[in-house]
Structures are given as C-alpha cells and as structure tokens.
C-alpha cells in the first residue's frame, strides 16, 4: 500500500568521513540560503548560511557550496563525529536590501546517520 | 542570550479545547515567525509579524488558528477549537536581519497533541 509519513533521505556514514548533503532549491529569487541541523527533540540549530553573489562559504568542519545555475546548494561535513547525527535541513529566502526577509521556505531535510 | 523560549514544550488536549502557545523571542530581534512541523509536511510557515505588525499569515491552515504580538517580547499562537489534525511540533523562531543577513534562531518547540 501507499506509505504515510514523509520518508527522509538517509545518509549513511563512518566516523571520520566525510558527508556530503545535498539541497535542491526551487525559488530563483531566492538569495540567500541557510543550513539548519535538527537533533532529535530540538528545534533547528543555524549551521552556516551563504548568499546568492557566492558560491562557497566556509566554517568549522562545514563548508556550503552554492550552484545557482542549477538551483543546487550543498553542505559539507568533515571528519563527521557521533554529534553530527541529526536531520539537515536547507532553506532559502529573499533577503531584501536595509533589512528585512520573508520567512524561510525549508527543504524536506536529510537524516545523517553516522556509523561507529 | 536565553535564546527563543516557547512554552509550553509539551501539551496533551482533548479535540475542541483552546490551545493558546506561548513565545519569546530573542531581546533586539525585530522578526517572529511561527512554523509547524509534521512528518506528512515537514516544516511550514504559518505567520510572521515585524515589529509586531502580521506581515503575512497565507501560512495559517484556517480560521481556527489565530497568532498575536502585543509586543515586542511576546507572541501566542492560539487553536480554537483543536483538533487531531493540528497535532504537531510549533515552532517560534526570531531573527534581526543586519545588512542582508537573516539568521533565524528557533526555539526548541512546543509538541502539542490532540486526542
């Protein structure tokens, strides 16, 4: 029968590796995306952000990359640690120019699992 | 900072009952959004106000549901009446958009059931 629920994309890796997430976006006026991490029981917790005039942001461990030719944003994770287990969630938005956004349109998020 | 402070983090109500969800948003953050999370939809915007103004309530599902802002430290979001479909985490979340920046901080939700 049909299933009920969304069923999350499921990430799989080894502690110590390293985790790729993807994000597709729908919304080509949006300019500014954001990463969120979500622990179970948690609200959503800000990882990094990237605006529209760059294609690649980094932070600790993290880094986002950003396609907008393709509406494609990434985020990358390195040397994963049993911490990183959570659901990542991309979002995007129009930030306008003095301040000032509409509210974040999320992406269905990716659960990264992260093997002993 | 205490961050964005929601109660409460958890409510079990019989279908019908008023549900009325408490928030308070970062001191200096001029932006409040309320989003829903289920698993059927995942995260959705349900209303957001700026300086305590509702800038756009498309997000709200129905007449049942109704958000308020007296001021600039509070935000309710109430469900009158519930029922078992409005089940879901609510989040509140804030934000102070510098130049073209708009981080927005969450809360850590209030889980509300409805039987």
């Known amino acids: 029968g049909e299933s009920v629920g969304l069923h999350l994309p499921t990430l799989s890796v080894q502690e110590g590796d390293n985790s790729i997430i993807n994000c597709a976006y729908s919304?080509?006026?949006?300019?500014?995306f954001i990463w969120y991490k979500q622990e179970s029981g948690k609200g959503p917790q800000f990882i990094i952000d990237?605006?529209?005039?760059?294609d690649k942001r980094q932070g600790q461990r993290v880094t986002v990359l950003l396609n907008k030719t393709v509406k494609h944003l990434s985020l990358q994770i390195a040397a994963t640690q049993p911490g990183d287990s959570a659901v990542y969630f991309c979002a995007e938005t129009r930030a306008y120019s003095g301040g000032g956004a509409d509210g974040l349109t999320f992406g269905k998020g990716t659960h990264l699992i992260i093997q002993p | 900072d205490a961050g964005v402070i929601q109660s409460p983090r958890h409510e079990v109500t019989e279908m019908g009952q008023e549900v009325t969800l408490r928030c308070k948003p970062i001191?200096?953050?001029?932006?409040l959004f309320w989003y829903r999370q289920t698993m059927m939809r995942g995260l959705e915007l349900l209303i957001y106000f700026n300086n305590n103004v509702p800038i756009d309530d498309s997000g709200m599902p129905e007449d049942r549901f109704s958000a308020k802002m007296p001021n600039a430290s509070f935000s309710t979001l109430k469900i009158q009446p519930s029922e078992p479909r409005d089940s879901a985490v609510y989040f509140c979340?804030?934000?102070?958009?510098?130049?073209?920046?708009?981080?927005?901080?969450f809360g850590e939700g209030s889980w509300l059931t409805v039987v």
């Open positions: 990237i605006r529209s005039n760059m």
């Open positions: 919304n080509s006026a949006s300019d500014y």
């Open positions: 001191s200096g953050h001029d932006y």
């Open positions: 979340a804030s934000s102070h958009p510098g130049s073209f920046r708009n981080t927005i901080y």
